[in-house]
């Protein structure tokens, strides 16, 4: 009988020693499972509250934002240096849209910038950059205002700022969305720190305070802005229009069409204000899923108010203080806004994108080919007058819609097409 017993103990000691190298092995696997913790610095949360604002903080720390790596086996958080990160966020745990989050500078331009504020105070190079904000001229006239005027805004380095109307100061209030009572024009509901989030963000990058006042919601041609956490932004992504340069015939005449609409409805909209570019690159446009081309740097976009007296539109030069060299050198080459012409729109996009996007693209029809090319030449002579260069702007955008195609590529035309033969 003890001879059994023994037999059987023997028998299980090999299980029991498996079992307990799992158990370990387990274990050791929970110890190294990472930890999804972003830290206060990666997102620029300790610079906060001279950062773009914490809207989307919670989402990130839920994990309903995740960066792209996330949803495959490698979960580490990407170096902390890049300034764009593709993403993927979510509102329901279930459904995840694409995404990016960007920085408004790069990871050199926030230490400049910073080192800046704290040598203006003669302070060492690190210091408590907030502390230093807070104690500027500027920000205690910001600290009693009720109301954003041009005067607390002024010598600010955005192209938005340059020229600004009351009218659009208060949609800039009206529309902010990172404070948790917007709608009025009042700044009475802001707290201090929300002040110094839009001061702070008015004066590195008015891109996302673009994006809230003129939603794609509302039909504006702007990426959306979900909003933002410490010093980082999440916007839709979009494909970059360099990416159609090598397109399809139907897909590059369908987004330079497009191209030449969003610049003709900059000048052209409800709201009677003029949008110009200060300058155009390939990543300023992008197209979504679903076809439709929008702004996505709305950076370099200056605002010109149609509804005041052009003779009483000027610059606001000002005093220059730290807030002024924020993401420059305090020297600014924009033109002045009473002497923006609104052709200068088309000249930028038809010289520096359409060029590359139509180039060769009708050779299998010369003359059709000649006749755009020679389009192209008129709206990006700036030695034209304004009149011979939107002629051929609209010129080239009604040649270019008897080009476009009503297929499944296009989904944002559906509309439009659905009821067209073939469609």
């Not at 702004?295 to 149609?306: E, L, P, R």
Request: some cysteine.
């Amino acid at each position: 009988m003890w001879s059994c017993v023994i037999l059987a103990l023997t028998s299980l000691a090999p299980m029991a020693l498996s079992l307990n190298t799992r158990a370990k092995t387990i274990a050791n696997i929970t110890r190294l499972k990472p930890v999804y913790n972003f830290g206060r610095s990666f997102l620029g949360l300790d610079k906060c509250n001279a950062c773009i604002g914490t809207s989307l903080c919670r989402k990130f720390f839920k994990e309903e934002i995740r960066f792209e790596n996330w949803l495959s086996a490698g979960l580490k958080l990407p170096p902390s240096n890049k300034k764009m990160y593709f993403a993927n966020y979510t509102a329901d745990t279930v459904s995840w849209k694409p995404v990016v989050i960007s920085r408004l500078q790069s990871k050199y331009q926030n230490e400049l910038s910073d080192r800046k504020i704290c040598i203006s105070a003669s302070k060492k190079v690190t210091c408590s950059i907030e502390n230093v904000l807070r104690g500027t001229e500027r920000f205690q006239k910001w600290l009693t205002a009720d109301r954003l005027t041009a005067e607390l805004v002024q010598s600010l380095p955005s192209p938005l700022l340059r020229c600004p109307s009351q009218r659009l100061l208060d949609r800039i209030v009206r529309r902010y969305a990172e404070v948790r009572d917007s709608g009025s024009v009042l700044m009475r509901q802001f707290s201090d720190r929300d002040k110094l989030r839009l001061l702070y963000t008015l004066s590195v990058n008015t891109h996302p305070i673009v994006l809230q006042l003129f939603p794609g919601t509302e039909g504006w041609p702007f990426v959306r802005y979900f909003g933002s956490c410490g010093r980082v932004i999440v916007t839709s992504w979009m494909n970059p229009i360099k990416k159609f340069y090598n397109a399809s015939l139907e897909v590059t005449a369908d987004i330079a069409y497009q191209l030449l609409k969003i610049t003709h409805s900059l000048r052209n909209n409800d709201l009677n204000y003029f949008f110009y570019y200060t300058s155009v690159h390939d990543n300023m446009f992008g197209s979504f899923e679903d076809g439709r081309l929008y702004i996505t740097d709305a950076s370099g976009i200056g605002i010109i108010d149609k509804q005041e007296n052009k003779e009483f539109v000027h610059d606001m030069p000002g005093k220059k203080d730290v807030f002024s060299c924020l993401a420059s050198d305090c020297k600014t080459g924009l033109s002045p806004c009473g002497k923006v012409s609104e052709a200068q729109n088309f000249i930028k996009i038809c010289k520096d994108i359409l060029s590359h996007l139509l180039a060769g693209k009708f050779s299998s029809s010369p003359s059709l080919q000649k006749k755009i090319d020679r389009f192209l030449e008129l709206c990006s002579n700036e030695m034209l007058s304004t009149k011979v260069i939107l002629e051929a702007a609209g010129w080239l955008m009604e040649l270019l819609r008897s080009q476009r195609s009503c297929d499944p590529r296009f989904e944002y035309r559906y509309p439009e097409c659905k009821y067209i033969k073939g469609y």
